[in-house]
């Protein structure tokens, strides 16, 4: 790749020099596991989304599968997890002994809406739902007032899957929230994979208003340790059992934060203003570039009255009207120096979830997979990088803008 081309990837991290000291610090402190960098990291990061708790985990993965554990479902129960997501949203249901009932989004915004939840629970045939899974796709907010009344109604629980959606802001009905405050979700979880709003390495976390989630998820990661004597269960704990003891109350797992990942967590959290304002400006240059293209190419349709921490820029793109196809595109890009990437294969396409259904037919979903491209986005990218890419993908399309 020649100097003035450097490869742009469809999504990465920035790293400045403070995070490296950050993490350099850590590495030459008494505490390279969960310690008070961790502790720091918890706390600026619940002060940043306006939640109450948050409590920190090694993945988003890790975090969504925390959430929905701390909720004890029962064997069977039915979760709703929309179609277009990322397979972790609804493989975590598989491991807490739930059914995944899949819903269909919005064909423009990739979104679940209120009518896709409701079709999807009439399809899911009156069995128990223990909880509904929305996922913020790209950073634009889902509709979680309408969601969670719907889900009130059945006693079923709210996991927002607010992986892409790290600094949304949106109003509804109640007012201004963000993403993740715990105002219109019972949980809110959240990735800090490179491609990510801000970067961990590996890292999660999950927020929350309700206090005893937050102690049984902290519990969870941490093989269901508790050391607070005050929440001891044991018949005998009361005599003073010594400063060596803890219980182990339950199953849990060691999806510890490390305080190297936390260091750097925290660190990029002091950026995140200027991360989400940097991606803000990034997506309005390419709505204007690429305004020219259309009807061929449209970028996704928007939720009114949203301010996105926008984490993909998506694309729809009419490949019948430009006589070629998705693959030739992404390969003619890719040898330009620009990668990108389809966020998502739906999950009723792949064998794990077309099993016991394989006739399953969502319309939106399939209709948003079969146009959507996410271009390059991230911290760092210039002006010229945007006009570079717009250029590129109307030379790969074969059209004029
Ligand atoms: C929507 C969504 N959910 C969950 C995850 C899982 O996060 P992680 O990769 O940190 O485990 C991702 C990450 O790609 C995601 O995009």
Redesign the pocket.
Known sequence: MSRERPFLPYGRQRIAREDVEAVVAVLESDFLTTGPAVTAFERAFAAAVGAPFAVSCS???AA?HLALAALDIPAGAVCLVPAL??A??ANVVRHCGGRVVLTDVDPHTGLMRPEDLEAAIARAGGGRIAAVLP?HYAGQPVPLAEIREMAMKRGAAVIE?A??ALGTRFRDGSGEAVVGDGSRADLACF?F?PVKTIACG?G?MVTTADRSLAERIRRLRNHGIERDPARFVAPDAGRDPGPWYYEVQEPGFNYRLSDIHAALGCSQLRRLDRFVAERRRLVEVYDRLLAPLAPAVRPIGRVPGARPGWHLYVVQVAFERTGTDRATVMRRLRDRGIGTQVHYVPLHFHPLFRAGNPDLRLPGAEAFYARCLSLPLFVGMSEEDVERVVRDLAAALGIRG
């Open positions: 993945s988003g993965t969504l997501t990322f972790a949203t996922v899957d992986c892409h990735s994979h590996e999660g």
